[in-house]
């Protein structure tokens, strides 16, 4: 018997769902300053610099650019991680 597939996107149908909208270009170009703290909210769209769905929602803070990408702080559990991210995968965070 084959076991089921354990894939990049699996178990991710409602997380990553697109919905309607329609995505501008203005997502693809943000610029962002080091030690902003940015959302991770990942854009189905697009598959190139996609983060593991696993940090979907999860606030980081930039350390560092690589080319057109960006390096993102995440911590996960007890200990921080550093995740290549493009810039549509990000969202400026503010605390209201």
Request: no cysteine.
């Amino acid at each position: 018997m084959v076991g089921r597939s354990k894939g990049f996107r699996s178990s991710t149908r409602s997380k990553l769902k697109k919905g309607y909208h329609r995505s501008g270009i203005g997502k693809f170009l943000r610029n962002f300053e080091l030690n902003q703290k940015v959302l991770i909210k990942i854009e189905p769209s697009s598959h190139k610099g996609m983060p593991h769905p696993r940090f979907h929602g999860r606030i980081g803070v930039v350390v560092g650019s690589r080319g057109r990408a960006y390096i993102v702080q995440v911590r996960d559990g007890s200990t921080y991680k550093k995740i290549i991210i493009n810039p549509e995968h990000l969202v400026p965070f503010s605390k209201q």
